[in-house]
């Protein structure tokens, strides 16, 4: 099955920084990835995703690239805010067996 | 908007004795999933039903039961607690079947002593 590995477990970052998250997948047939963001207390929630077909995708000050040959993929967060502080999963899934498979979560600290 | 309610928050139970999470979506989704959160493992697939009458076993089936009871809820169940157990579960839904999209509750907090 899908193994999918997240790096860094914490990450704490100055406010107004940028902070990058990235995580690899060992099946090659995974053609769907997404981010989800996990606030103290709360489910995760759906923050962006991205196809196979498309190399990076952006939302305001969130972004995601995949490099499909390496089997990794990075969320980019710009000019972070607290508000951002939570726990970031990546998960990976194909259409030949789609459960998602998740990472272990990144923890991310903005410092005011 | 509820979203995906999920029913109780907090529970205590003791190893042998069973209990049923309660999980409703309103959002009329097809497909609705339950994980299980442990510390360092991110999110676990325990079950999933990708539409109403069908259920499959996900990554991490054993010593649990799901009912997909019609569209709307999908219930998670364990017949005999046991320490193993002790864990953060979340009920999630998607609109298709891929587990694409996923609306998650928020959680409940099973302790097993």
């Known amino acids: 099955g899908e193994n999918v590995e997240q790096h860094p477990s914490t990450l704490s970052v100055q406010e107004g920084d940028s902070a990058v998250i990235k995580c690899t997948y060992s099946?090659?047939?995974?053609?769907?990835f997404p981010w989800y963001k996990q606030e103290l207390g709360k489910g995760p929630q759906l923050i962006i995703d991205?196809?196979?077909?498309?190399g990076e995708k952006k939302d305001q000050r969130i972004a995601v690239t995949l490099n499909k040959t390496a089997k990794h993929f990075s969320l980019h967060i710009t000019e972070t805010q607290p508000e951002d502080s939570a726990v970031y999963f990546c998960?990976?899934?194909?259409?030949?067996?789609?459960?998602?498979?998740f990472g272990a979560g990144t923890t991310v600290t903005v410092r005011a | 908007n509820a979203g995906v309610t999920q029913t109780p928050k907090f529970q205590v139970l003791k190893t042998g004795q069973s209990m049923t999470l309660q999980c409703a979506q309103d959002?009329?989704?097809?497909?609705m999933y339950w994980y299980r959160q442990d510390p360092g493992m991110g999110l676990r697939l325990i079950y999933y039903?990708?539409?109403?009458?069908?259920?499959d076993k996900g990554e991490v089936p054993n010593g649990y039961n799901v009912s997909r009871l019609n569209k709307r809820e999908f219930s998670l169940r364990l017949e005999s607690a046991a320490p193993s157990q002790t864990s953060v579960y979340f009920c999630?839904?998607?609109?298709?079947?891929?587990?694409?999209?996923?609306?998650f509750g928020s959680g409940t907090q099973l302790s097993v002593l």
């Open positions: 039903s990708a539409s109403e009458g069908t259920t």
């Open positions: 999630a839904s998607s609109a298709g079947g891929w587990s694409e999209k996923l609306f």
């Open positions: 998960a990976a899934s194909s259409s030949n067996d789609y459960k998602l498979s």
């Open positions: 991205i196809r196979s077909n498309v």
């Open positions: 099946d090659s047939a995974s053609n769907y």
């Open positions: 959002m009329n989704h097809n497909s």
